[in-house]
């Protein structure tokens, strides 16, 4: 008798969870029996993989993380990216200071021109070649001090 009172518990036990189960997913509106990846779905690459994807080296997709750009995760001493951070990465366009060549020699002319403004009218020396009443630069006849 006990025997079968175990069997009709475990019956009735399967047969609540088994309703419990179908009204939950009615009530949520998936099917609980489909295995849903522990990662929400999201694809993981190595840095090789990211860098084949955005056409770029992977010391390029390195740099990326190095600097901030790009998001990654670590699994012990695996790097990964996420397929979705990359593609944003790559839609925000590139960050931070231009190296382009015009960009650079912008930025020296507008230095130069600082510096010009303080250069000595006299001998067009910096200010700091002139001290204790010339101009310390050789062979240069200017006695101006500058402030």
């Known amino acids: 008798m006990l025997r079968a009172m175990s069997d009709l518990e475990t019956a009735f036990r399967n047969l609540v969870a088994e309703v419990v189960r179908e009204e939950l997913e009615a009530f949520l509106g998936h099917d609980s029996t489909q295995a ?43 790097l990964r990216v996420a397929v979705d951070d990359l593609h944003a990465a790559m839609a925000a366009g590139p960050r931070g200071p231009s190296y382009m060549p015009e960009d650079i020699a912008e930025e020296v002319f507008r230095q130069d021109e600082e510096q010009n403004k303080t250069r000595c009218p006299v001998c067009l020396h910096l200010p700091m070649w002139h001290a204790h009443g010339r101009c310390r630069v050789k062979n240069c006849a200017c006695t101006r001090r500058l402030a």
Do not use: C, D, Q, T
């Not at 084949?52 to 750009?69: K, L, N, Q």
């Open 36 to 78: 849903r990846p522990a990662n929400g779905g999201r694809r993981y690459v190595s840095p090789a993989e990211a860098a084949e994807i955005a056409s770029v080296s992977p010391a390029a997709i390195r740099m990326w993380i190095h600097r901030g750009r790009l998001k990654h995760f670590r699994v012990g001493r695996l």
